[in-house]
C-alpha cells in the first residue's frame, strides 16, 4: 500500500510505516524489510561498473571498465559504430533510470555519451560540444536508421520526446 503526500512518505513495507523521508533515508535495507528479507530471492552483485567485455576462447572474458563518463548513471543501450570516420569502432551509449522503487533513487545523472575508439584499444570520451550527442533524459532505447540522406540515430525517451541525431556523410 502506497501513499503519497509532498514532502511527507506514507509508505508500509512488511509491518512499519514510514511517515517522513528523513527517517526512512537512515535506514539500511534490513531496517526497511525486516523478516520480508529471509524468503526473499537474493541475487548479489560484485561488480557494477559499466564495462566491455571480450571474448577470449574457451570461456574466458577480458574487462576492461568504460571510462568514468560511463558511470554517471545506468546504461540502457549502446551502438558500436564508427562515429568519426577513422575506421575505428566507437561506442554510443545512452541511459538513466527516472521510474525506480521508492527504496531506491532515479538515476538521472546521465547524458548519453560517445566514447572513441583507438587502435590500442582504449576509449575516449568525447565532450557533447564536439560529439553533439545529448541524451538527459530517461533514454531506453537507441536505433540507427538508414534513409535515402544518410543515418539518423534514434533515441527513445520514457514519457518524453523521441530524440534525432544525424550521423555523419
Ligand atoms: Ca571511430
Known sequence: ????VVGVVNYKISNNWFMKYDVFASLDVNNVYGELLNNSLNYQATYFSSAILTNLGSGD????KLPVRAQFSSVNDFLVGDYNKDDINDILLIGNMHHS?????????GIGALFLGSESGEYTFSPVNQSG??????????IEVKTND????????????????????
Do not use: C, Y
Open 150 to 169: 544518410g543515418t539518423i540515430i534514434l533515441v527513445a525517451n520514457n514519457n518524453d520526446v523521441l530524440q534525432s541525431f544525424i550521423k555523419f556523410k
Open 133 to 142: 550527442f545529448f541524451t538527459p533524459g530517461d533514454a531506453k532505447k537507441m
Open 101 to 109: 522503487e521508492i527504496e531506491t533513487p532515479r538515476n538521472d545523472a
Open 1 to 4: 500500500m502506497r501513499k503519497r
Open 61 to 64: 572474458f577480458m574487462v576492461n
